[in-house]
């Protein structure tokens, strides 16, 4: 008889993620309650999904998973780390991680900045913002905190909205504060707050960036919309 397959009905997918493949496939991350990364597999003109691997990622629920370049994924929990992952051939393989944040990382943003090398840029509930640099090397990769938001400025509450254009950040937290940061430096790795601005949205939870001419716009969600 078939291995009859029993999920735990409490499991939650925290978020998706997703990595186009050959010949028309996907690879599709979950990052779960459980604790456990899952990598299922979508084909064209296919209506069903594959589950590839099932990997544990610790004692702490995933909050976050991310697409990094053409072959890595990013992670974050509620415990505070962030996790890069290998993705390739239908196979997920964790290669290494950073304690990020003293609690749960929300927000997970990441830019390219040349060949074999990205910014990281996470959000948490310790109201703080981190920016790590993430370099492939001969055999794998290297991440490192780079910086940290200060005591002098950062939220009054739970980060729980991040953009990342080019050289600009956007901040949204619990406190209803939107906050817009400068990476300076030739490595952008230098960062400023340039500017904050209180809203009126309840318990904002999302936030989208967009340029219009020479500036930004932004959307706050949470209970209503600014």
């Known amino acids: 008889a078939a291995e009859e397959r029993r999920e735990d009905p409490e499991t939650r997918v925290m978020a998706v993620s997703c990595l186009p493949g050959q010949g028309g496939a996907v690879s599709v991350l979950l990052a779960c309650s459980d604790a456990f990364l899952r990598l299922l597999r979508w084909q064209e003109g296919d209506s ?31 415990g505070g780390v962030l996790c890069v992952w290998r993705v390739a051939e239908g196979v997920v393989a964790r290669l290494t991680e950073e304690p990020v944040h003293q609690s749960g990382v929300n927000c997970v943003q990441v830019a390219e900045r ?37 005591s002098s400025w950062r939220h009054g509450a739970q980060v729980t909205g991040l ?22 430096g030739e490595r952008g790795i230098e960062v400023r707050c340039v500017g904050v601005r209180c809203g009126a949205v309840a318990d904002p939870q999302g936030l989208e960036v967009w340029r219009e001419g020479e500036h930004l716009a932004a959307m706050a969600g949470g209970v209503g919309m600014e």
């Open 163 to 184: 953009r990342l254009l080019d050289r600009t950040a956007v901040s949204l937290g619990v406190d209803q504060r939107l906050a817009v940061w400068r990476l300076e």
């Open 114 to 150: 040349g060949a074999g090398e990205h910014l990281v840029l996470t959000g948490g509930d310790d109201c703080a913002l981190v920016l790590c640099s993430l370099r492939e090397t001969g055999g794998g990769v290297e991440l490192c905190r780079e910086w940290t938001s200060s």
């Open 48 to 78: 069903s999904l594959e589950l590839l691997q099932e990997q544990g990622a610790g004692a702490h629920c995933l909050l976050q998973v991310v697409i990094c370049g053409a072959q890595y994924a990013l992670t974050g929990s509620t």
